[in-house]
């Protein structure tokens, strides 16, 4: 997240969120928090569209998990507190999905090996199925005039 983002969602000043990180800044490896260079910030700013005017003067700060997690202990007001719970828990809810999502695409990778030529021929039956119910259903859509209708006109 971006050092601005936190520092709305901390309640403080970004100069404020950055002071306090610089002091600390052994709390802060590489992996917990970088700062953007001039091209990585040009596209951020292109993405979200920002304008040139009433900017930043100084590259942004991004803090990672890890870094967000560090920031509860060097901003220490009850707000940062609540705030960092908070996106705690997100995280690892975020985790946990990621989680079953993985577990869910195994059971299927599973169930594909054990009964892979039963589901493909139910697949291919609910296809053949599929497409008579919408032949039929287009056939009973067809509007036919009505009246006589003269097909063949000889003189």
């Not at 404020?16 to 970088?34: A, Q």
């Not at 940062?80 to 079953?100: D, G, L, S, W, Y």
């Not at 053949?128 to 509007?143: A, C, G, M, P, R």
């Amino acid at each position: 997240m971006l050092d601005r983002d936190l520092a709305k969602l901390y309640g403080v000043q970004t100069k404020s969120l950055n002071l306090s990180v610089k002091r600390n800044i052994d709390r802060f490896p590489e992996d917990f928090m970088f700062k953007l260079n001039k091209i990585e910030y040009k596209n951020l700013r292109f993405q979200i569209e920002t304008s040139k005017r009433g900017g930043t003067r100084y590259l942004p700060y991004v803090f990672t998990e890890n870094g967000i997690a560090m920031l509860s202990s060097v901003l220490n007001s009850k707000r940062a507190i609540q705030v960092n719970i908070r996106i705690m828990r997100i995280f690892t809810k975020i985790r946990e999905i990621m989680i079953r999502h993985q577990n869910l695409q195994k059971r299927i990778d599973q169930m594909e090996q054990k009964y892979g030529k039963q589901i493909m021929t139910i697949f291919q039956v609910l296809k053949q199925l599929s497409e008579k119910i919408s032949k039929t259903s287009t056939e009973s859509t067809i509007k036919h005039k009505i009246g006589f209708h003269a097909t063949d006109v000889s003189p």
